[in-house]
């Protein structure tokens, strides 16, 4: 594998299901980002790690809990979730959070909640 | 706040033309950086082009290139020579360095572009 991965591709879950969004990057990249992709609305950056530390939380609700145990892997873990967090969440990753340098992508994963 | 607007939600363009994709920005910084990215429809984002602010000449990389206008905050990206793997969901981006903490990208909403034979 290479680049950035994630998994599952799809997820459909209840409002009472507890699942986790995982992500991976190959890149040696020290910081890695979740974004929220709603349709007709702009990416929205929900959490970033860098060395593995979070240093940024969006003002996202807890439902949303992420959990990024080294430098490769981040995750997303899924509480109690709302019909209205059905979206497509994308996970990134970069060289550096604290310059300029570009974010690599992951395919995402498209949630459903029902 | 910087913000980033995308007037055009779709756009058509017929293969082996040229379309020009219009984004406006809003900012107070004198340095920043600005991207254009593409989603494809198996949705691995990817980044086309970027700009310096700094810099005076319009970046182009093979059949894209910007037009980057400081003073009126445009910054459009043209596609010459369209072809069909070109239809996607292109995004316009933002980020001002900073010292410290992260560099935050502000997306706009996205154009959706399809490339028709």
């Known amino acids: 594998e290479t680049g950035v991965t994630q998994t599952p591709r799809h997820l459909v879950m209840g409002m009472t299901n507890k699942k986790s969004l995982k992500c991976e990057q190959h890149l040696g990249h020290n910081a890695m980002y979740w974004y929220k992709q709603s349709a007709k609305k702009p990416l929205e950056l929900m959490f970033v790690?860098?060395?593995?530390?979070?240093?940024e939380n969006n003002s996202v609700p807890s439902r949303f809990s992420p959990e990024c145990p080294n430098s490769s892997h981040l995750f997303l873990h899924l509480h109690t979730l709302q019909p209205e967090d059905s979206a497509l969440y994308l996970c990134a990753s970069s060289q550096d959070a604290a310059r300029y340098n570009e974010q690599f992508f992951g395919p995402g994963t498209r949630l459903t909640v029902l | 706040a910087q913000t980033v607007t995308q007037s055009q939600p779709e756009m058509s363009v017929q293969e082996a033309e040229t379309v020009t994709l219009s984004c406006t920005y809003d900012?107070?910084?004198?340095?920043?950086?600005l991207f254009w990215y593409k989603q494809p429809p198996s949705r691995q984002m990817i980044l086309v082009i970027r700009?310096?602010?700094?810099?005076?000449q319009n970046a182009t990389e093979n059949r894209f290139s910007v037009n980057f206008q400081k003073a009126a905050k445009s910054f459009s990206l043209k596609i010459s020579d369209s072809q069909l793997g070109d239809t996607a969901m292109y995004f316009c981006a933002f980020m001002k360095p900073k010292s410290g903490g992260f560099q935050k990208l502000v997306f706009g909403t996205g154009t959706r572009l399809l490339v028709s034979p």
């Open positions: 790690y860098s060395l593995e530390e979070r240093v």
């Open positions: 700009q310096e602010a700094y810099k005076q």
């Open positions: 900012t107070s910084e004198n340095n920043y950086y």
